[in-house]
């Protein structure tokens, strides 16, 4: 379903990803872990066409993205069949002056979704996210957990074929946390979408991954299925896991 290639992405004279080539299969979850400023969000933006200066390759379903994203969006058509791929930012990436409709909306009007249509999945979405009634709120009227569910609403009312999440639960507290980690879930099975996940929370990682990989240094220093990853079975995950001083990974 994804298929990156000797992806490497630089600022200036700064390295942050440097030549990783891995695979995501469709329906399946790849949680990306790693120190602060390990490349996680660089990673996610280049596989949205967000960051489209990047050596190596990037296919999404059999289609290179180097050129279709800069061309047509977030959306395209391959054959007879619609590849769509959507963000979900760490703070939510709403637009102050419009409210959770219009937010939610957003992406679908773009499209060129007929109006009957876009009310539809928007007025679907916000209820299956736990927002309904707060369609004519502005974000700045609702606390952070409701600001990612809105996120996760404008995503889901996508119905994208790729989800990409940048620490979705950063901020909530551990019962939110659970909350939306359980939407993530709900999202993933009744989409079958295919999904990567930049998170820290090990606790978040163990309940949603199908695999897990490490960055460290621009690459993959661990990428393995989740339950061999939290065996602990090499250096790098147990010196992360256990949150170490001392091992392969530099803590500056």
Do not use: W
Not at 18 to 24: G, K, L, M, P, R
Not at 42 to 58: N, R
Not at 105 to 126: H, K, N, P, T, Y
Not at 166 to 187: F, H, M, Q, R, V
């Amino acid at each position: 379903m994804i298929n990156v290639k000797n992806l490497s992405v630089s600022f200036e004279d700064s390295v942050i990803i440097n030549n990783i080539s891995f695979h995501v299969k469709r329906g399946e979850t790849l949680v990306v872990m790693g120190k602060n400023g390990s490349g996680k969000s660089v990673l996610l933006k280049s596989l949205s066409g967000l960051i489209d200066e990047y050596k190596g390759e990037i296919e999404i379903d059999g289609i290179d993205i180097n050129e279709l994203f800069r061309q047509r969006g977030k959306s395209f058509k391959h054959g007879d069949s619609a590849c769509v791929v959507s963000y979900v930012f760490q703070k939510g990436g709403l637009f102050d002056s419009l409210n959770i409709f219009d937010n939610t909306a957003f992406g679908l009007r773009r499209m060129g979704i007929i109006e009957d249509e876009v009310v539809q999945r928007v007025l679907a979405s916000i209820q299956r996210v736990g927002l309904k009634g707060a369609e004519e709120k502005l974000p700045s009227e609702l606390s952070g957990g409701m600001q990612k569910r809105a996120g996760l609403a404008r995503a889901v009312c996508m119905n994208p074929t790729v989800i990409l999440y940048d620490d979705p639960t950063a901020g909530l507290d551990p019962i939110l946390t659970d909350s939306i980690t359980d939407l993530i879930i709900e999202i993933k099975n009744s989409l079958n979408s295919t999904s990567i996940v930049a998170t820290n929370d090990l606790k978040v990682a163990k309940k949603i991954a199908d695999k897990v990989g490490l960055l460290y240094a621009g690459r993959f220093v661990s990428y393995m299925e989740s339950s061999e990853f939290f065996k602990e079975s090499d250096p790098y995950t147990r010196q992360f896991i256990r949150g170490e001083l001392d091992g392969p990974i530099d803590v500056l």
